[in-house]
């Protein structure tokens, strides 16, 4: 069993950065794909982000490439969004998602057993 915390929502304005965090419990974390995910008011889920267990490889939806920053600490059983040049269609709760053991990365909510309770990150313009 694994059990996501997210952090570091927040109000940023127009263009700045935010850094959420994702803390896992559960001794699988360090073999399992990771990813983030964001919901905003009346719209599906959607993904954002994902890495794979060991960080070598990530995926990106193509309205944060080259914006956000997905990565991840094993020692720390943590995984991080960096987000850098924010807009308003950005602001949402953002989930942190965990594949079981040994899949491979995902940009597909159902494929995520693992939840945790979101963060709401709200860009102002």
């Known amino acids: 069993q694994v059990q996501l915390v997210e952090s570091g929502g927040g109000l940023v304005q127009a263009g700045g950065s935010l850094r959420l965090s994702c803390a896992a419990s559960g001794r699988t974390f360090s073999s399992s794909a990771m990813g983030w995910f964001r919901q905003a008011p009346g719209k599906e889920r959607e993904f954002v982000a994902t890495i794979s267990w060991n960080g070598g490889t990530t995926y990106y939806a193509d309205s944060v490439k080259g914006r956000f920053t997905i990565s991840r600490d094993n020692a720390k059983n943590t995984v991080y969004l960096e987000m850098n040049r924010m807009n308003p269609e950005d602001t949402a709760v953002y989930y942190c998602?965990?594949?079981?053991?040994?899949?491979?990365?995902?940009?597909?909510?159902?494929?995520?057993?693992?939840w945790g309770q979101g963060t709401q990150v709200t860009v102002s313009s």
């Open positions: 998602g965990g594949r079981s053991a040994g899949w491979r990365t995902s940009s597909r909510a159902d494929e995520y057993p693992y």
